[in-house]
């Protein structure tokens, strides 16, 4: 049964390139908890701490703002990697 309580789902920080970013997590031991849907207007990835928190960092490709935001125009689905 999934919790209806109110609390926090994850902590979101735009960076400059996801890959530089996942390398250096990778490197350190963080396992990829969730690699983001292809969509041609950001990419995303998501880690679990220690302590159970969810990082996600995202890069956007595009300054124009109703792209940055636009749901939809995925080309693939997200994918789950770790089970924490």
């Known amino acids: 049964m999934r ?3 109110p609390g926090l789902a ?18 350190k031991g963080y396992e990829i908890a969730t690699i983001g849907a292809n969509h041609p ?3 995303t990835i ?21 792209e940055k935001n636009m749901y939809g125009g995925e080309t693939n689905d997200i994918k789950r990697v ?3």
């Not at 994850?10 to 490197?27: A, C, Q, T």
């Not at 679990?48 to 595009?62: A, M, R, T, V």
């Open 41 to 43: 207007f950001r990419k």
């Open 3 to 5: 919790d209806s309580r």
């Open 82 to 84: 770790s089970t924490k």
């Open 46 to 66: 998501y880690f679990i701490d220690p302590e159970g928190y969810q990082f996600e960092f995202i890069q956007y490709l595009s300054e124009i703002p109703s």
């Open 10 to 27: 994850h902590i979101g920080f735009v960076v400059d390139s996801v890959d530089e970013v996942k390398n250096r997590l990778v490197s």
